[in-house]
């Protein structure tokens, strides 16, 4: 899916388990930032507002099919098949509004188009619309970007060491505690994040992102927190607005369980592409920048990859060069791998297993034995 001609390039052949699971380097890489970016066609970093507009003009043509089939002929199905029909509409809708949402991520990093008001403009009204405080969400995420792999300083889905580890966990270590972990951390996991800071990096004292005076902002930051608080506020109101008018059971199926797939499709990406056992994390004593870029993971969502404008099969690429739009992000990673070698990670794992997988192997992190002290810590999960 998507418009403006994206190139097509060829699938990476998928790796065996084993080989996925393999250790990426945690040394110094044998090249450099400027060298993987040599590599790359001039080209792919240049930003179009016509092209990027026409993703998103694309994206909106969908939701509004499905949003007119949805509400002018499902009532008429027999009960049976509005049964189907609703979930199939909350699917498809979710998944397309997922990549309205990666638009305008897109937005946070400038990688929209050259002019910085017409981004954030463009941002704030789509991630407004999905309940997101853009400015709120940009500038956390921006501190994500240059402290990934960072124990210290990283924002989000940062791991734990094992003596941080709650003495509730050894319970949840097993099939039922997982199922019950993923549910609530799919379903509420990201509302929680922007309320509460669950899963962020730990602050001296509460961190929120509706907060304009909270730890994650300076003072230059505030008003644009109090601008993003702004918009969720109307979107909020005008659904309180439409519920009067058309009931609150109209607004939760139309859009309510959407947002909901929203979410936790947000959620899956964000943990798959940084929760890998083949992925090192740094203390304060080892980590650059550099390497905890090197520190992510591609993963295969097979045809979502499209939907979801390929945020998810070219996330490495987006961490060295993350104002790079995402329309060329496939041929940027084309361009790379040969420069990165083992340094590339990609997992063509199918992602309910990786879920599964990741869920089960990357409870905290450690140095490996005898390493104590030289600051590099893997995945464990023996508690």
């Not at 250790?23 to 179009?48: D, E, G, M, N």
């Not at 043509?61 to 949003?67: E, Q, R, T």
């Not at 959620?267 to 520190?295: C, N, R």
């Amino acid at each position: 899916m998507g418009a403006g001609g994206r190139m097509s390039v060829p699938p990476t052949p998928k790796k065996s388990e084993f080989q996925s699971l393999k250790r990426v380097p945690c040394s110094k890489p044998p090249f450099t930032l400027s060298q993987v970016k040599k590599a790359i066609p001039p080209h792919c970093f240049q930003r179009s507002v016509l092209r990027s507009f026409s993703y998103l003009v694309y994206d909106f043509i969908l939701v509004s099919l499905f949003y007119y089939v949805a509400t002018n002929y499902f009532h008429q199905l027999p009960h049976p098949l509005s049964y189907v029909a609703w979930p199939i509409y909350w699917a498809v809708q979710g998944s397309v509004l997922t990549g309205v949402w990666v638009i305008a991520h897109e937005c946070g990093h400038h990688a929209f188009s050259d002019y910085q008001w017409l981004d954030d403009t463009v941002g704030l009204v789509l991630h407004s619309s999905l309940l997101v405080p853009y400015f709120s969400w940009k500038y956390s995420h921006r501190r994500h970007h240059s402290n990934t792999g960072s124990l210290d300083r990283d924002e989000v889905f940062v791991p734990k060491q094992k003596a941080a580890i709650r003495w509730w966990a050894k319970y949840l270590n097993n099939p039922l505690g997982r199922f019950l972990t993923l549910t609530i951390q799919l379903t509420i996991g990201w509302p929680l994040y922007l309320a509460f800071n669950v899963s962020g990096r730990p602050y001296e004292r509460f961190a929120c992102h509706y907060d304009p005076y909270g730890p994650i902002y300076n003072d230059r930051e505030r008003l644009q927190i109090y601008i993003s608080d702004a918009g969720v506020l109307a979107i909020t109101y005008c659904l309180y607005r439409l519920a009067l008018a058309k009931g609150l059971a109209w607004v939760v199926c139309v859009y309510g369980v959407p947002l909901l797939v929203v979410n936790a499709f947000l959620v899956m990406i964000t943990y798959l592409q940084h929760t890998h056992p083949s992925l090192p994390h740094y203390d304060s004593s080892e980590w650059d920048w550099f390497k905890g870029a090197l520190a992510t993971v591609d993963r295969d969502y097979g045809i979502l990859n499209k939907v979801f404008h390929n945020i998810t099969d070219t996330h490495v690429a987006h961490h060295l060069f993350s104002t790079m739009p995402h329309y060329h992000a496939m041929e940027a990673t084309k361009a790379i791998k040969p420069v990165l070698g083992e340094y590339y990670q990609f997992d063509g794992t199918p992602v309910y297993k990786a879920l599964w997988r990741e869920a089960k192997e990357c409870i905290y992190v450690e140095p490996d034995k005898g390493e104590q002290g030289k600051g590099v810590f893997w995945y464990r999960n023996k508690l």
